[in-house]
């Protein structure tokens, strides 16, 4: 039996999930602000976060928490500065799909935890 068959699993309404996380990089997500500063090709290269999304049941592939937990939302705000209107775009598509994968959940909810903490 491999390393990988050998980790915790959750299960999930027939939904299988692994219990470790993978970084992301931040640039995959399409979440990089409008407008980068050339600052010699950094803010190019991709970020790396452990705070990505584990689909479909939104928790926070670093700390298991609802997506996007504390830690994230201190990230986006960091990479979004100068670009506030393109993070809420961003966050909207998010609750977009997240809608789609979390039907359970009552949609004032998901505005919140996706939406309502950009105020």
Same mark, same amino acid.
């Given at each position: 039996?491999?390393?990988?068959?050998? =980790?915790?699993?959750? =299960?999930?309404?027939?939904?299988?999930? @692994?219990?470790?996380?993978?970084?992301?990089?931040?640039? *995959?997500?399409? &979440?990089?602000? @409008?407008? @980068?500063?050339? &600052?010699?090709?950094? @803010?190019?290269?991709? =970020?790396?976060?452990?705070?990505?999304?584990?689909?479909?049941?939104?928790?926070? *592939?670093?700390?298991?928490?609802?997506?996007?937990?504390?830690?994230?939302?201190?990230?986006? =705000?960091?990479?979004?500065?100068?670009?506030?209107?393109?993070?809420?775009?961003?966050?909207?598509?998010?609750?977009?799909?997240?809608?789609?994968?979390?039907?359970?959940?009552?949609?004032?909810?998901?505005?919140?935890?996706?939406? *309502?903490?950009?105020?």
């Amino acid at each position: 039996m491999s390393a990988r068959e050998k =980790r915790p699993l959750h =299960r999930l309404s027939g939904v299988v999930v @692994a219990d470790h996380a993978v970084p992301m990089p931040v640039s *995959g997500l399409g &979440d990089q602000p @409008a407008g @980068a500063v050339d &600052d010699g090709g950094a @803010a190019r290269r991709p =970020r790396m976060t452990m705070h990505g999304p584990v689909l479909p049941i939104w928790s926070c *592939g670093g700390c298991h928490t609802p997506w996007p937990c504390r830690a994230r939302q201190r990230e986006l =705000r960091a990479e979004f500065d100068d670009a506030p209107i393109s993070l809420a775009l961003y966050l909207g598509a998010q609750l977009v799909r997240a809608s789609e994968d979390l039907t359970w959940v009552p949609a004032d909810a998901l505005h919140r935890r996706f939406l *309502g903490w950009l105020r």
